[in-house]
Each structure stands twice: as C-alpha cells, then as structure tokens.
C-alpha cells in the first residue's frame, strides 16, 4: 500500500501550507486517516484524526484552531490545513490510514494506523 504525501515546504511564520495525502481508492475508503509529525530528536506526535466518513475529527490540543484536517473522498486524498504557523511547527509530517470498520472512530496513537505516507519536511522560519 502506497501512500505519497505532499505540499511541505519552506514558509515563514505566520504563513500556511497544506498537506495533502493520497492513496488508492480501495485503501482510502475503507480507512479512517491521520497526521502525525516528528522534529530532530523527538517523538513522532500525533497532530490530528479523521474518521472514515470525515464526520468526526480530533486534534492535539496544542494545534486546535490553527490546523484542520479533512479528506476528499472523490480524490482519495486526507489534508492538512496548517495555518499561522510557527517555527515550532517545523518537522517530517507523516499521512497514516487505519484499515476500520467503524465510519465514527478516529485514532490519535501512531501503532494503531496500519500505513503511512513517506512524510513530508515542513519548516517554518521566524
């Protein structure tokens, strides 16, 4: 299973970038979708979650209002609207889908997705 991540890239604080991940039609519809990020020396963080229908969403608490997630189901594609973003911001985003039955779950621990994208850098400067 494949998944291609894209739209990381330089910006300056305050600015925004959207991620987007994409995927087969047969693996994304079947899986709810997350993002996570990981900096130099850190743990990979879990950013936020979308369940398999797109109708429930959770984020860190620390990123609530500044980001969204979202997911197109005709494009087969999760985003990441990241918006005033902030130095602290900068990492390796990271897509993952969960293979689920259940259209409501969302997930925030990065054992529990069953794929992942390849990540793209984010970095933000000040």
């Known amino acids: 299973v494949q998944l291609q991540a894209s739209g990381g890239g330089l910006v300056q604080a305050g600015g925004s970038l959207r991620l987007s991940c994409a995927a087969s039609?047969?693996?994304?519809?079947?899986?709810?979708a997350g993002w996570f990020r990981q900096s130099p020396g850190k743990e990979r963080e879990f950013v936020a979650a979308?369940?398999?229908?797109?109708?429930?969403?959770v984020y860190a608490d620390s990123l609530k209002g500044r980001f969204i997630i979202s997911r197109d189901t005709a494009k087969n594609t999760v985003y990441l609207q990241m918006d005033s973003l902030k130095p602290e911001d900068t990492a390796v985003y990271y897509c993952?889908?969960?293979?689920?039955?259940?259209?409501?779950?969302?997930?925030?621990?990065?054992?529990?997705?069953?794929?992942w994208g390849q990540g793209t850098l984010v970095t933000v400067s000040s």
């Open positions: 993952g889908l969960k293979d689920v039955s259940n259209f409501v779950y969302v997930f925030k621990f990065f054992h529990q997705y069953d794929y």
């Open positions: 039609e047969r693996t994304f519809r079947r899986a709810a």
């Open positions: 979308i369940s398999k229908s797109g109708g429930n969403t």
